[in-house]
């Protein structure tokens, strides 16, 4: 007797980013590289800056597009951006070479790392992991993803974040401790990546809070512009 599979639950909606010039990129895992950026880490007061990298994760379903209304979320009173690239995984692979990193590499984003900054901190003094101050609802935000032509280009570049105009965020990709194809090769060693893997690679200093009815925008010299509205928290 064959017995039928029955759905209990409806299809869940996949999670896709748009790709710059068309197309859906759709996502796999979202990873994201803590204290990339020597000023980050002194403005943070958090680790020795020859500290290995670290990753951390947040659920795919936490990325949101550009254009994104965001809720102000619950259980914070300190709520702030993080600007970052991010790099978009077209290929798989598994203890990858640092010279071979940028095969894997299907093209790259502006991102914003959103973070419950005191339920960090709560967690980092009680050596807990971080999820709770950084893998929440819509903690993702991801702009358009151009797809790679020259990774050099991302060795050094202007990345920053206005919020309402005004400039809060300032640094340069060449800035970056750990570069994109360190990174890759770090994590591959941890993981297997696939495509459809994002990797977000940490932030520059300056970062700080938000509030609702700000609109924060992102921009990453050579990638298109990522641009978010924070809103009051959902009831």
């Given at each position: ?93 598994r ?12 093209g790259?984003a ?18 807990l ?9 819509a ?47 770090q ?35 050579g ?13």
């Open positions: 007797m064959t017995v039928s599979a029955q759905r209990i639950l409806p299809d869940m909606p996949p999670t896709q980013v748009p790709v710059a010039g068309g197309g859906m990129f759709p996502v796999r895992r979202v990873y994201c590289v803590g204290r990339n950026y020597v000023d980050h880490i002194r403005e943070m007061k958090e680790a020795d800056e020859r500290d290995p990298p670290f990753f951390f994760q947040k659920p795919r379903d936490a990325v949101v597009c550009d254009g994104a209304h965001v809720p102000y979320p619950p259980f914070t009173a300190d709520f702030q951006f993080e600007v970052e690239l991010v790099i978009a995984i077209g290929l798989a692979g203890n990858i070479p640092v010279g071979r990193a940028l095969d894997h590499v299907w790259y502006a991102g914003i790392d959103l973070t419950r900054r005191d339920r960090q901190r709560d967690a980092r003094d009680l050596r992991p971080w999820e709770v101050g950084k893998s929440f609802d903690s993702a935000p991801c702009g358009p993803i151009s797809r790679a032509r020259d990774a050099r280009h991302f060795k050094g570049c202007a990345i920053t974040l206005s919020v309402n105009g005004s400039e809060r965020q300032r640094g340069d990709i060449g800035q970056m401790i750990w570069s994109v194809p360190e990174v890759i090769a994590l591959s060693q941890q993981v297997t990546l696939a495509a459809g893997d994002l990797v977000y690679t940490g932030t520059p200093a300056g970062v700080g809070p938000v509030v609702p009815g700000d609109l924060i925008s992102a921009q990453i010299d990638l298109p512009s990522l641009t978010i509205t924070i809103t009051p928290t959902e009831a």
